[in-house]
Nanobody
Framework: QVQLVESGGGLVQPGGSLRLSCAAS????????MGWYRQAPGKQRELVAH???????NYEDSVKGRFTISRDNAKNTVYLQMNSLKPEDTAVYYC???????????????????WGQGTQVTVSS
């Protein structure tokens, strides 16, 4: 079993900042990709930012220059620093990890995905 513990969401005024954290634990041999997705009411879930084990990142266009994704491989934790927040950033933010559960899975390149429960981010004055 894998557990993802998300934290850091909340209510913030436009222009403010929040930092999301997601810590993974459980039956994990190695984590490859870690990402943050969001889903606003009435909209599809979308990728916000993603980071692979080696550190390469990619961002959704609307958050480039405002959000920064990082990870601590020793702690199996991914972070999302969100600055200059806008009302349109309001959504439930979900952590996602792509991992190998065992060394055998790693050798066979058999990845699995796991999602967090989500944390609400509301940007409003």
């Amino acid at each position: 079993q894998v557990q993802l513990v998300e934290s850091g969401g909340g209510l913030v005024q436009p222009g403010g900042s929040l930092r999301l954290s997601c810590a993974a634990s459980g039956s994990i041999f190695s984590i490859n990709g870690m990402g943050w997705y969001r889903q606003a009411p009435g909209k599809q879930r979308e990728l916000v930012a993603h980071i692979i084990r080696g550190g390469s990142t990619n961002y959704e266009d609307s958050v480039k220059g405002r959000f920064t994704i990082s990870r601590d491989n020793a702690k199996n934790t991914v972070y999302l620093q969100m600055n200059s927040l806008k009302p349109e950033d309001t959504a439930v933010y979900y952590c996602q990890v792509r991992y190998y559960s065992t060394i055998e899975a790693y050798a066979r390149k058999r990845e699995e995905d796991y999602w967090g429960q989500g944390t609400q981010v509301t940007v409003s004055s």
